[in-house]
């Protein structure tokens, strides 16, 4: 136990052995036990909830009690006080009718809020952004409320907080001037930069993959951190943390392993995977596959889960997911089915169909060479797309690509300039 925490709960029990009635060493014990635990008073086994009700007993316009109280609650759950019910935003509301000011309540009142929810208090109604405003307003540098924030705003939106305006990212780094330990923050803040993008903080700057590391540091079960940083990795590439080198593999295994839910880091643990290569999670063995129909088990409509399964069915085989069938081509139907801006699933796609072949998709049919043509209006630098698209065209033969027409040949030297070619093109064949 923490020193201060454990200072706080022998000065509450002094109090209390001098006065049981002090309300505010009662609301004092409670927080000494906010990681769980009890303790004895008077004879008697308390635990925070318990002691946060006596706090009421004895004042019951004790807003510090109030909000604490809300600490404990589920969303769901309910608690008696003067025998009326209460559930865990009524008790924060409870705290901001005594003191209007209570910042800690507001940013808990912003918390407990389902996004297009609103209360009233006072005269005005809230939603969880208008809650963490108060909780600005109360105090300008809290920096939890700031991350929170972060959170409401879209990704060209801004928003008025005093004087300035702020984008996401700019209440994110708000946030971490104010604690630089805060993981959530930090995780945030590699969110939204893109790719190659920096962040300036503290006169460091932060590229995605610093700011993971920096959410990991302070958070080393953050499992979202970990599938992320998995993310910046490419090819062989790797990371130390704490003295251990992770490569991509072991990024994604870290993250399901501190958090079995995230769907996308099972299917991108199953892309990581050698064929016939397993992992052990939990006293189980995974192989790729078993990792994506993981991922689809906990959530059917992931897409790049479905892309990567359909990677590991082979040609003529079918895999089963909840009671259905599916080939691999129908696996990629599946990917483009929830997302047609997946350029690598449409090539892959076309790469399953026979020639004269054809797939409906949204009431469209496309054959091999137009799910070439959407690769490229997805990612127009994709060489394996470019060369399937030359040895898809008759010698004389033009197809019209961003405006622009192109030649088998033509296509097969923009695969070459991409840098990017299929395993099997050794050299630019002649196309005769």
């Known amino acids: 136990m923490p020193s201060d925490i454990q200072s706080k709960r022998t000065s509450s029990l002094r109090a209390l052995a001098l006065n049981p009635a002090n309300g505010n060493a009662w609301t004092d014990l409670g927080i000494s036990l906010r990681d769980g635990g009890q303790v004895k008073v008077g004879g008697k086994d308390y635990t925070a909830q318990e002691c946060f009700l006596k706090a009421l007993e004895c004042d019951p316009k004790m807003g510090s009690a109030w ?3 809300g600490n404990t609650l589920k969303s769901a759950d309910r608690v008696e006080v003067g025998g009326k019910s209460y559930k865990k935003k009524d008790c924060y509301l409870k705290a901001l009718e005594l003191d209007p000011r209570y910042e800690i309540a507001w940013y808990n009142l912003g918390r407990a809020l389902k996004p297009g929810f609103r209360v009233r208090v006072g005269w ?11 909780a600005l307003e109360c105090f300008p540098r809290y920096g939890k409320a700031w991350n929170n924030l972060g959170g409401t705003i879209n990704q060209r939106e801004r928003l008025k907080v005093g004087t300035e305006e702020f984008g996401a990212q700019e209440c994110y780094l708000k946030s971490l001037e104010c ?9 945030n803040l590699g969110i939204t930069l893109k790719e190659g993008k920096q962040a300036k903080l503290g006169g460091e700057y932060y590229g995605t993959r610093e700011c993971f590391l920096k959410a990991l540091e302070f958070d080393p079960q953050m499992g979202g951190a970990w599938g992320n940083l998995g993310r910046t990795l490419k090819g062989g590439e790797s990371v130390r943390i704490g003295g251990v080198e992770c490569f991509m593999r072991d990024c994604f295994l870290k993250a399901v392993e501190n958090d079995p839910r995230i769907t996308i880091a099972w299917a991108l643990l199953g892309s990581a995977l050698t064929p016939g290569e397993k992992v052990e999670i939990e006293g189980k ?26 990677d590991t069915v082979k040609e003529g085989e ?12 129908q696996c990629y139907l599946m990917a483009l089915q929830r997302d047609l801006g997946n350029g690598s699933a449409w090539y892959k796609l076309g ?14 049919r496309y054959d091999e060479r137009s799910c070439f043509l959407k690769a490229l209006e997805c990612d127009p630098n994709d060489g394996p797309a470019w060369s399937s698209l030359g040895y898809a065209l008759r010698e004389g033969e033009h197809v019209k690509v961003g405006g622009k027409e192109y030649t088998a040949q033509e296509c097969l030297l923009k695969a070459k300039e991409s840098g990017r070619l299929r395993d099997e093109d050794a050299e630019t064949p002649s196309n005769e």
């Open 67 to 69: 909000g604490n109280l």
């Open 124 to 134: 005005k109604m809230y939603d969880n952004r208008g809650c963490y405003l108060k």
């Open 179 to 187: 604690d630089p330990t805060d993981g959530d923050a930090w995780y």
């Open 285 to 310: 063995a995974y192989t790729a596959q078993d990792c994506c129909l993981r991922a689809l088990e906990i959530d059917a409509r992931i897409g790049p889960a479905w892309e990567i399964l359909g």
């Open 318 to 329: 079918k895999v089963q997911v909840q009671e259905k069938v599916y080939t691999r081509s």
């Open 351 to 364: 790469c399953t169909l026979k020639v004269g072949e054809k797939v409906r998709i949204v009431g469209i």
